[in-house]
T-cell receptor
Framework: DGGITQSPKYLFRKEGQNVTLSCEQN?????MYWYRQDPGQGLRLIYY???????QKGDIAEGYSVSREKKESFPLTVTSAQKNPTAFYLC?????????FGQGTRLTVV | QKEVEQDPGPLSVPEGAIVSLNCTYS??????FMWYRQYSRKGPELLMY????GNKEDGRFTAQVDKSSKYISLFIRDSQPSDSATYLC???????????FGKGTLLTVNP
């Protein structure tokens, strides 16, 4: 089955720790995206990549980092510099304007 | 002014009702207009999208875009309890296909 796989589904982080969220797609899409969703908010763009080995900051990139070493993979690291990391994180890939989302990772700081 | 405005609701309707969901926007560069449905604790799924102005119909769903008014709508006919979800509008402008989302409207269809 083609799709986008995010793991883990739930993640707990201690304050001061870095954590990495995984996103893999087998849709052969060039473009991939990371969004953050908070209660009552829409999706806000963290980072996006249109091609391997290239990525750009979105609207709320501070405290996050990404890599794009392979077409199918776009991991997101939430660093200790992100002051309020508790949120629902969504990865997407797109072909043209059609974007398809994974099932999300819920990150909680404990 | 936010680029995309969407009334968060919540909106509660009886089964079988016609539902109207709306967004307004300010960026004239937007060319593609999307509607996503998101069930609780799940990723959004693309319902339909429209390029430029006009209407598009898919089963019980109709999307309308009025670029002159910067206003888009999603109509759901014969609403079902399974339609209960958050509906997000999203828009794309430019060659990088970055999506700009509204905050979403929470819809509940009561049996």
């Amino acid at each position: 089955d083609g799709g986008i796989t995010q793991s883990p589904k739930y993640l707990f982080r201690k304050e001061g720790q870095n954590v990495t969220l995984s996103c893999e797609q087998n849709l052969n899409h060039d473009a991939m995206y990371w969004y953050r969703q908070d209660p009552g908010q829409g999706l806000r763009l963290i980072y996006y990549s249109q091609i391997v080995n290239d990525f750009q900051k979105g609207d709320i990139a501070e405290g996050y980092s990404v890599s794009r070493e392979k077409k199918e993979s776009f991991p997101l690291t939430v660093t200790s510099a992100q002051k309020n990391p508790t949120a629902f994180y969504l990865c997407a890939s797109s072909i043209g304007p059609e974007a398809f989302f994974g099932q999300g990772t819920r990150l909680t700081v404990v | 002014q936010k680029e995309v405005e969407q009334d968060p609701g919540p909106l509660s309707v009886p089964e079988g009702a016609i539902v109207s969901l709306n967004c307004t926007y300010s960026n004239s560069a937007f060319q593609y207009f999307m509607w996503y449905r998101q069930y609780s604790r799940k990723g959004p799924e693309l319902l339909m999208y429209t390029y430029s102005s006009g209407n598009k119909e898919d089963g019980r769903f109709t999307a309308q875009v009025d670029k002159s008014s910067k206003y888009i709508s999603l109509f759901i006919r014969d609403s079902q309890p399974s339609d209960s979800a958050t509906y997000l509008c999203a828009m794309v402008g430019g060659s990088n296909y970055k999506l700009t989302f509204g905050k979403g409207t929470l819809l509940t269809v009561n049996p």
